[in-house]
């Protein structure tokens, strides 16, 4: 039975009194104070969660001129033949078989159409989520977030650290994922907070995205 | 008016002030009673309220620790602390004002006049350093309080909250475009808040435009520098609570400058005395605090009749003494406050002296911006003309409403050592006069002379003035004698704000809350944090506890975290191409399961970084870089990589993999607990790699030994950091495994004389010269630096890193200086005391005449030296067969 795996924050999470769960092989914080009011407050103003467990792959090769058909996965463009590919958990490898079964070329001149490289570990990723989001970013980064529409990504310096950040609302509710490396984790996170501060952001766990019935 | 039912308090100099709603920090201490609000900067004159605008240098205080703070812009707020700046003990009795009774002996350009040897500058300097400058900066860590930053983007942003600014703010918003309206003061309506005729249109169109969803207003904001592509730099006062300010770089498609203008003073003998005080800032003290000024007051004022001042100051009760033309003062009396005017036609006994001065258009951002200033002679002003694209002006900026107010350049000036230009440096008529006649009569050149202009109103008070009298003594045309270059900051941005909130970003190690758990102490690597070593109930002291980590590898095993390392996943059919280009060693012919060690070298043959490098399959390597270059590792790859077509795909998972070194004669004992991975030395022998769960976790098993013993480099998915950590420990437990950290881990690879690449090499070290000439595969047809490489392969070395060992008992620090016979020639880049030779060794860089094996240096140690002997080979095990074992 392999031993189940940490998110980077998870001592962190403890440290700030999060109850913890288990989620596809994870452990991530299930709430901090109570889900309804963490739903509430994002909701309202704004919260951030630890979606450190999303399964992540990295994509390139000259076979993605066009985004990869990944089923129930989200593919984020992050430059020229290179894609970022997320999905939960559980659906890693389906997806990775997917991705596999790309048809290489005829021409056996040409090198593999693609390269994954599972970069689940290497990003630590954090969801911000609520109306004043846009606004605590605009704290800690150049990016235009009003400009980043919904399923747009990019890649900018937040907080001081090289992060993406991919836009997926949750319904009507703004809400971004920030992916640094995860070494940054806790660093990004604790600035993330501070900035937030001042509109009341909060952070959540899994049982508040699941109140709001908006798994990510 | 200001809401006298809300009443509160702060402290001033120990003191309690009463406040009330609305109120600034200097309308309160004003109507508490207090007049002199700062002492001038070179001769501590008493200073009182002159714009009341945050346009003057006149009301700086410390607010909250915060020093040079406007008091008149600055919203009072219950509990604030303010304290006066710039005078000893207090500002009504200053001390130094006493320097005002030695000012011959300070004329202008007294520091080019007195300084002229090096010894009058030494004698002076602590002297000038105590009593130069104003605030004091606050110490570091202090307050709870931050700075902030934050970017914004606008389709319009528009700079100045007044008429102009508000109308075309409602304009621009109108079809719904994001809007962005910046203003300096604490409320809407630049001078129809106090100028209440107007009151009404004022509050009409500040409700219009909150009314408008897409507009967005910052007020107790000021714009500070309006820079390429429409950047503008907007300091914001007390954003929150938190915060003291926040410093908005704000992006606009187009820009609109709003800024109004203000009103300067008139030139007289002391002119700058408390109650002297500009018409706007009577009638802001009126109209938007209710407070009376003063009792007695002359009015001074060209042009039309002040109508609407005196008024004001009748209904406010003050007795208007006298309606004067500048031409007829002589000059303010008093001692430090105003008590009379002395004119031509005799004395005038008033306790407030109002300025109606001219107007001028606070078109600063629109200089810097590249726009040009023409002298406009009807108004009286600089006008703003050929803006840059994208940039315009509306308003008094652009010059509307504007009037000149007396004759520019005037037909007789007051030369005076006490009739003030520049209030910010205490720079007179007479210093400016006294600057021409010495030659410095072109207006760059009498401002960098005088400092005029320069100081922290950045020439609102006195750029026209300077300009005025240049232009008068000189003969030229105002446009002739032209305006002083704008540059940004302007006004002035305080260094918290430049520099932002306190964070510093910090990487942790997947293992970093196991290793506090062990006692670990850190140290800062860069930005990762690292244990230094560990305190145990053994050890006493840091030396104690390295060498405890340090035998524990030796004699039995021991476990570092070197998750930190830089780690590059290279997949891509030319893959070994690449790395045969970037790195001096040879990877295309490398066997799948196999690990090589290599620099990397510039195209001057200087080493840049070092590795190992790990081929997994045949078209994916594993690259490790040291824990500071992998951002520059991964752009050279990416840099030599463009434009070849090669098929190569580099991903940084440096995040991803944690990675321990499993050191020591025993290391295999704890291993093998651990994984079913054969690892005999015959099927898993020095320099391979095998891929093997280890506990279960899937792993990478490099076998290499930094440390110089039998050991394995594990890497693994982060997520189980913590636990494989533990587990190894735990596997280890029966052979007294111990965690060692940096310290033990540099003593370590120093008896083994690996060199790390930026500690024991520089930005001049080759790998002929760091004595690692194998590393160099010349005979590959080409690679980064293998030119230079080849002539310096031929060339006598200058000088050469080389291993030494100290004679006695003396440790020298990192850097100390090598002497031969006496003549430095060298110096030390790493040094320890080595238990496995009862010694200190080390790596130095020593020239090339005096490295030969057996030669004897001297090294600086504590003030004296100390001899030392250069050795060849390693320190430890030179013939490396631990490593193989
Ligand atoms: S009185 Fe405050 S800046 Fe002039």
Known sequence: ?216 | MADNSDRFTFQFDGRTIEARSGDTVASALYRAGRRIFTRSFKYHRPRGLLCLAGKCPNCMMNVDGTPNVRACITPAREGMTVRHQNAYPSLENDWLSLVQRFDRLMPVGWYYKTMTHQWSWHAAESYIRQVAGLGVAPQPGGGSKDYEHAWMHAEVAVIGGGPAGLQAAVEMAHDGSPVVLIDDQPELGGHLRYQKRAGAVASALVDQLRATPSAQIISRSYCFGLYEGNLLGVVQANPHGGAIERLIHLRAKRVVIATGAYEVPFTFENNDLPGVMLSTAVQRLIHLHGIKPGERAVVVATGAPPDEVAEDLSQAGVELVSILAPSEVIAATGATHVTGLRTKSGELSCDLLVMCGQRVPDAGLLHQAGGKLVWNQDRGAFLPAELPANVSAVGEVAGAWLARAMPLPPERVSFHKRSFVCFCSDVSTADLRDAMSEGFDHIETLKRYTTLTMGPCQGRMCQLAGIAICAHETGRTMTETGVTTARPPNPSVSLGALAGPRHHPFRRTPMHDAHDQSGAAWMDMGDWKRPRYYKTASCQSEQACVEEEYRAVRERVGIIDVSTLGKLDVKGRDAGKLLDKVYTNRFSDLKPGRVRYSVLCDEAGIMLDDGTISRLADDHYFITTTTGNLDFVQQWLEWWLVGTGWDVHITNVTGGRAAVNLAGPQARDVLHALTACDLSSRAFPYMACREADVAEVPALLLRIGFVGETGWEIHFPAEYGEFLWLKLLEAGKPFDIRPFGVEAQRLLRLEKRHVIVGVDTDALSNPYEAGMAWVAKLEKPDFIGRNALSRQAAAAAEQRLVGFIMNDASLPQDGAAILVGGALAGRVTSARYSPGNGKAVGLAWVSAKSSAAGAEIEIRVNGGTARARIVEEAFYDPAGDRLRM
Request: hydrophobic residues 40%.
């Open chain 1, 1 to 216: 039975m392999p031993p189940t795996r940490h998110i980077p924050l998870l001592h962190a999470h403890e440290r700030a009194g999060a109850s913890l769960m288990e989620h596809h092989g994870w452990k991530v914080p299930a709430y901090f104070t109570w889900a309804q009011k963490e739903a509430e407050q994002m909701v309202r103003n704004a919260g951030l969660g630890d979606l450190s467990f999303m399964t992540k792959l990295d994509l390139k090769g000259w076979g993605l001129k066009t985004p990869p058909a990944a089923g129930a996965s989200r593919s984020w463009s992050l430059g020229p033949q290179h894609y970022l590919v997320t999905c939960e958990p559980p659906q890693r490898d389906e997806i990775a078989a997917r991705l596999r079964s790309f048809p290489a070329s005829h021409d056996l001149s040409l090198p593999p159409p693609l390269y994954i490289t599972d970069v689940t570990s290497v990003y630590a990723q954090f969801l911000l989520a609520g109306p004043r989001s846009r606004e605590i970013l605009g704290k800690l980064t150049s990016l235009n977030v009003s400009a980043l529409e919904n399923l747009g990504c990019g890649q900018v310096s937040l907080a001081h650290v090289h992060s993406i950040v991919l836009r997926e609302d949750l319904r009507e509710l703004p809400a971004f994922h920030v992916l640094v490396s995860r070494e940054y984790g806790e660093s990004v996170w604790d600035a993330i907070l501070h900035a937030g501060h001042e509109f009341g952001l909060v952070p959540f766990g899994q049982k508040a995205l699941e109140f709001l019935g908006g798994a990510a």
